[in-house]
């Protein structure tokens, strides 16, 4: 189990959300482990003092942004200093610092988006990204522009995570799957295929054969599907606010 | 004057520095604007229950990392939705969360440096890093690798702040500065090079011609300037503790 440890309590800082994402990725499962997905569109709203234009005015200009936000739902559960990145297979224990594990102290996250508008709506400034990894309802920090000089450094080496991962597998559907889909917009249709084709399963779990069953929540959808002979066949989908009301 | 405006208290989060890093920097002045000045040394150390060295196994897989720290010098003035850029010559004002400005929501900064080494100084972890644009002292609040494939954008447009600055002046020393820095060492002076070359002076005052001599401290010293016909001219340097004792 991870566990809380002391805090140096002289030197703890308050900082305080300045808004919140909305993003199709109802649960930490279903977000890709790779920001290939940079059509999966996203909504910043913000609170308090940060709603106004002016906070973001001449951001247009910049084609990327840095979220920097809090991994809320990892935050209580706490810290360790070793970790298993996904990407060794779960095996290998690593430094959190080496990491970019959401258990981590501060338990801060930053990630880079695609910025595709500043909306006014009543005079409060929306913004509206892609290519988001984030669970929705995430808390954002802070944004800060992407500047290519800086930030693009061109001969960075990755270590163990310095090329995308490769696994992307085929995604099948069942006829009961088929005529669900066919309900929802296409939009939806391509979220499901590329989380899908991610394999959001554990790493343990992907060496293994096993019929398990899988469900992953999108857009409040819950999505079942398992992995046969390595490729996904998505079995059926229902309304999770259905299901528990 | 910046104000303190009201904060959602409900939301508050507590996070605490993980360490503090050591640069030659002594005050924001000296800080170059661009990360160019890849060879100026820094050294972060840890506390509490960061200052282990499990916390760090791997990270030397990493040519480079991201440090995001508090602005501390900064964080005490407050902010205000609209700042005025060094780079549009501080007279266009942008919105906050379209610049660096170090007066910002949360007073949280990023910065990616280059990894030299993981230290182990008495069974304690100690990390040489180089090209770091932070003051001495700025408390570190996490510290991230850099992954390429997430972090490089190739494509990305970086608006006002595309392109480096381009301002390198020439420096010149008198013969006082001259004898004065041949009692330090080879890198203190070209620290001290590299920080004049890039006119550390306000936007505002570069158009103007001005006789004004300027004091910038690195290292401990206090290092007087000014701009001779466009070129820098260091006329000496006296060892602040001398001074203020």
């Known amino acids: 189990m991870l566990q809380k440890m002391t805090t140096n309590t002289d030197a703890i800082m308050q900082i305080e959300p ?35 234009m002016d906070c973001f005015r001449g951001i247009e200009q910049f084609s990327h942004l840095w979220l920097i936000f809090q991994f809320h739902q ?27 594990s959401s258990h981590r102290p501060n338990g801060l996250g930053m990630s880079v ?33 992407y500047i290519p000089y800086a ?25 009961e799957a088929q005529q669900q889909l066919s309900q929802h917009s296409e939009e939806f249709r391509r979220l499901v295929h590329q989380v899908l084709a991610q394999d959001p399963r554990p790493a343990y779990q992907k060496q293994a054969s096993s019929a398990r069953i899988y469900g992953v929540s999108l857009q409040g959808m819950n999505v079942r599907w398992q992995v046969v002979d390595g490729q996904v066949l998505v079995l059926d989908l229902n309304d999770r606010r259905e299901i528990s009301s």
Chains 1, 2 share one sequence.
Request: hydrophobic share 35%; proline share 11%.
């Open 18 to 52: 300045i808004g919140t994402i909305q993003t199709p990725y109802d649960e930490k499962f279903a977000v890709p482990r790779q920001p290939g997905l940079a059509d999966t569109p996203a909504t910043i709203r913000f609170s308090g003092d940060y709603n106004q």
């Open 74 to 100: 990892a935050v209580e559960r706490g810290w360790k200093p070793l970790v298993r990145p996904p990407r060794l297979g779960g095996n290998d224990k690593l430094g959190v610092f080496a990491t970019r």
């Open 113 to 145: 988006v695609a910025l595709q508008a500043l909306e006014s709506v009543d005079g409060k400034p929306m913004l509206k990204v892609c290519g988001t990894d984030l669970v929705n309802g995430t808390p954002i920090i802070d944004i800060k522009p």
């Open 151 to 175: 930030d693009a450094i061109d001969n960075a080496h990755g270590g163990f995570a310095h090329t995308p991962p490769a696994t992307e597998l085929a995604v099948n559907y069942t006829p």
